[in-house]
């Protein structure tokens, strides 16, 4: 997926395009909310220990699909006092971040449209993190976070006091988007979504193919090995030509329990991408820290909405 600020880049000038009165403040949160699940799945793999890496990625592919990211559009949107023309800014730009997700090349992986109805991924496969396009964006990026940086936002967002009635709505809402992939754990599994259901098989891997997007590749006391889910899965790569510590998308065959014989690879440019991410996020989380503060730390200034 291409970083957080060429999101920002891309989508604030496509809404600003679109929907010219469109308050970028929610098409800016729409950016996020596909990578919500991502960040969540991260911070599990990190301070969870015993937590099944497996379970976790299909929660967090049936979280990140479309339909997960419209129940979080939907619940934000009630904190406007037009609900659906919040809405249509959000889930638009939750949709137009999923279709920028599927035109990077992102082996075995991509964004899900359709799910629950299908769990094939789409990825058209036009460009690499690494290379032209998402530079652009993310130049893109910086220039719309500097703009903002500059002249603000032209006046207060518009956000109510959300009567009893909508903060029952948000909390259902919000139950569902929690709870409701609970429900869905079978689905990315069966459809061997970022090859799950192949790696979750660990006595009944051998001859299948698998594709592994962003594996770290690192130096163990065994040898080098692919690094999945945080560490949670060790690979011996055959035919890899890296050296650790590396980043890299491999496609090959499993021809023993923990073996892959890479039979395609493409190594990444390291860090290069996380830090437009966290300058993204910054920028976002700043956005909306400072719309919240103003529209609800002052009492009275804004009105309930029913």
Not at 53 to 73: D, E, N, R
Not at 154 to 162: D, F, I
Request: hydrophobic fraction near 45%.
């Amino acid at each position: 997926m291409p970083n957080t600020l060429a999101h920002v880049g891309a989508q604030g000038v496509a809404t600003r395009l679109g929907l010219r009165d469109a308050d970028l403040r929610w098409a800016y949160l729409g950016c996020l909310v596909p990578d919500l699940p991502w960040i969540l799945q991260r911070l599990l793999l990190d301070a969870v220990p015993g937590i099944d890496p497996y379970a976790l990625q299909a929660y967090t592919i049936a979280q990140a699909s479309l339909l997960g990211g419209l129940l979080v559009c939907a619940a934000a949107a009630l904190l406007a006092p037009r609900p659906g023309r919040a809405f249509a800014v959000l889930g638009g730009n939750v949709g137009l971040h999923l279709v920028l997700d599927a035109l990077q090349t992102k082996w075995g992986s991509g964004a899900h449209f359709l799910a629950p109805v299908s769990w094939q991924a789409t990825n058209w496969g036009w460009f690499w993190p690494e290379s032209g396009p998402t530079y652009v964006l993310t130049a893109l990026g910086l220039l719309v976070v500097g703009w903002h940086a500059w002249r603000g936002f032209a006046r207060p967002p518009a956000l109510v006091r959300p009567s009893w009635g909508r903060l029952a709505a948000m909390a259902g809402l919000l139950a569902v988007y929690a709870a409701g992939p609970l429900l869905l754990l079978q689905g990315p599994v069966v459809a061997d979504a970022h090859s799950i259901g192949t790696l979750s098989r660990p006595l009944e891997r051998q001859g299948h193919a698998v594709a592994i997007d962003r594996a770290r590749y690192v130096e163990t006391p065994g040898g080098p090995r692919l690094e999945h889910y945080r560490g949670r899965v060790l690979l011996r790569a055959e035919g890899l030509s890296a050296e650790p510590p590396a980043t890299v998308s491999v496609r090959g065959v499993l021809t023993g329990k923990n073996t892959i014989r890479v039979t395609d690879q493409y190594i990444h440019a390291g860090p290069l991408r996380d830090y437009p991410s966290y300058l993204g996020l910054l920028f976002i989380a700043a956005v909306w820290g400072r719309a919240l503060i103003g529209a609800y730390g002052e009492r009275g200034r804004i009105r309930s909405g029913s």
